[in-house]
């Protein structure tokens, strides 16, 4: 079964989770750009999106690094 680079932050901070989960989603933005738009306005671009960062998955990682960020301060 796979385990998820969070399951070992289960038991840590709310700033420790939320900074796991940043990096994670930093990554994961990162292999956004290998991919090929398949839904919704990029689709119609296919190969020209090979490259970019996904326009969600960047919306997604700047929400939770926003939050680690805030959360952080505290």
Not at 21 to 40: D, S, V
Not at 59 to 74: H, M, N, P
Request: glycine share 6%.
């Amino acid at each position: 079964m796979h385990q998820s680079p969070l399951d070992a932050h289960s038991a840590a901070s709310l700033p420790d989770a939320l900074a796991a989960a940043a990096a994670t989603a930093e990554e994961a933005l990162e292999a956004t750009k290998a991919m090929k738009a398949q839904h919704g306005k990029a689709a119609a671009f296919q190969e020209k999106t090979v490259g970019l960062q996904d326009a969600g998955a960047t919306v997604a990682y700047l929400l939770i690094r926003s939050k680690a960020e805030f959360v952080g301060r505290a």
